[in-house]
């Protein structure tokens, strides 16, 4: 059985198909993450030209089939192209972290409109800002986790509840555990089997972020190099320990080589 559908999406992920076709990943608003064809797309009159390219938001009507998860793109209008993302080097490799996330993390075809939201608000996000884009990325992943019921806490204690944020010394170290998603507290430290370790400032960056609503909000704190690196990891390493199917990203291994 086949059914005609209309929705927004984005495109997080293209190849090629046969001679002249693609076969594209979307991220939709109404079916979540979905598979389909375009046939000839490839062609340079195809009436796809310059509307599946990858970050672009567009607006589909697909032939949505129940007995595959392959469907057929019938029409194709772009909404947004995000030109200004594929223009700068540090914009492209944060956006293509964030959409190999959703690509690699997500189930096919569950509808979230949560993560369709975010996922909108940040690649907008990404267009329009110059500087510190990597607090954007983090932003997301906090949100990201938070959607899939893996909320960060960063401000007490996840055993006894004891505010554990307020210290002052930034590069005392802090015990964190994965496991109850919080930091804990000098007496309940040792009940965590694997403790992961953060300065304390960090955790005060990182708590700026949780509470912010729009991304944008933290857009002006500066990180340095090694800051910046902690935070990723850690928040990344926290959805790992979480969310099955999360895998090291091949973006974070091709740009390392193009850095080093």
Do not use: W
């Amino acid at each position: 059985m086949t059914e005609i559908v209309k929705t927004e999406a984005f495109v997080i992920k293209v190849r090629k198909y046969g001679e002249s076709s693609k076969i594209v990943c979307l991220y939709s608003e109404k079916f979540g993450k979905i598979n389909a064809i375009a046939k000839g797309a490839r062609k340079p009159k195809s009436k796809f030209a310059n509307c599946l390219d990858l970050f672009s938001l567009v607006s589909l009507i697909i032939y949505k089939k129940t007995t595959t998860h392959l469907h057929l793109i019938s029409d194709c209008d772009l909404i947004k192209p995000y030109y200004r993302i594929a223009e700068n080097l540090k914009k492209y490799e944060i956006a293509l972290k964030t959409i190999e996330l959703i690509y690699s993390a997500v189930h096919d075809e569950e509808e979230n409109q949560q993560l369709f939201n975010l996922l909108k608000k940040t690649m907008q996000n990404y267009e329009v800002v110059s500087n510190n884009v990597n607090n954007l990325y983090f932003h997301f992943l906090i949100k990201f986790g938070e959607i899939f019921g893996y909320a960060y806490n960063f401000q007490k204690c996840a055993k006894c509840n004891k505010v554990v944020i307020d210290q002052e010394i930034s590069t005392q170290k802090i015990v964190y555990d994965f496991s109850r998603g919080g930091p804990l507290c000098s007496k309940c430290e040792s009940i965590v089997f694997q403790p992961r370790v953060v300065d304390l400032g960090i955790l005060k960056i990182l708590n700026k972020f949780e509470t912010a609503v729009d991304g944008l909000e933290i857009i002006n704190i500066k990180l340095n190099a090694v800051d910046t690196f902690e935070i990723e990891k850690f928040l990344f390493d926290y959805l790992r320990f979480h969310i099955s199917g999360i895998k090291e990203l091949k973006t974070q291994k091709i740009f390392k080589k193009i850095k080093d």
